[in-house]
């Protein structure tokens, strides 16, 4: 299964863009990139999901790569609430969502 | 009213009982996992079923068995508990019917097990 690679933690400053980076290198044809979160004391919530071309919708936008080795989440303007552990995971879509594997994520703090 | 409910929210029980984690859907949804988390490990999939009649083992079914009563209902049983499985337990559901595969999972909030 293609895995993915994240930071351990990243800190941003309130009101200020956030880009969390994601590595795929052996990312399949086939593979969706997805964007969960977990905020503290909850169950991951979807954040946005893409196959090639860059997504947007109202909680952040999804930049991906050309050659689709890499995506980067993008919060436009952080707020306290978008403290949270971030799952960047690849889902085979030969397969559906039984291929999701969480790794540990990317720990963002928010710095008021 | 939660889409997903799981019940307990918080369970501590000893080495050997028979433990259940009840999961309750209001979305509709077909498809139900069951995953696992613990500290520096992210989420393991347990379990995971797309109908009343389906079940499929995960990555760590080991030591686990559940039952999908009814298209709403996915219960995760430890039939003898033993301490590695203190664990934070989740419940998932995803409609399972994008055209894209890509499908979107709703997670309830989870049940904290801990084992004596």
């Known amino acids: 299964d293609a895995k993915t690679t994240q930071p351990n933690s990243m800190e941003s400053n309130e009101e200020e863009p956030v880009h969390l980076p994601c590595n795929h290198s052996?990312?399949?044809?086939?593979?969706?990139i997805h964007w969960y979160r977990q905020l503290p004391s909850q169950g991951p919530e979807y954040v946005i999901h893409g196959l090639t071309s860059n997504v947007n919708n109202r909680m952040a936008s999804l930049a991906i790569a050309e050659d689709r080795k890499s995506s980067t989440l993008i919060l436009h303007r952080a707020t306290l609430r978008d403290a949270a552990v971030y799952y960047c995971?690849?889902?085979?879509?030969?397969?559906?969502?039984?291929?999701?594997?969480f790794g540990t994520g990317t720990r963002l703090t928010i710095i008021p | 009213d939660a889409d997903v409910t799981q019940t307990p929210r918080n369970r501590i029980t000893k080495t050997g009982k028979r433990i259940m984690l009840e999961c309750s859907q209001t979305k509709g949804h077909d498809r139900m996992y069951w995953y696992r988390q613990d500290p520096g490990l992210g989420l393991r999939l347990i379990y995971y079923?797309?109908?009343?009649?389906?079940?499929n083992k995960g990555e760590i079914s080991d030591g686990y068995s559940v039952s999908r009563q009814a298209q709403a209902k996915f219960s995760l049983s430890l039939e003898s508990a033993i301490p590695n499985q203190t664990a934070l337990y989740f419940c998932a559901t995803s409609d399972g019917t994008s055209s894209s595969g890509a499908n979107v999972l709703t997670f309830g909030a989870g049940s904290r097990l801990t084992v004596l």
């Open positions: 995971i690849l889902s085979d879509s030969n397969f559906g969502n039984e291929k999701l594997t």
């Open positions: 052996t990312i399949s044809g086939t593979d969706y």
């Open positions: 079923s797309f109908d009343v009649k389906d079940i």
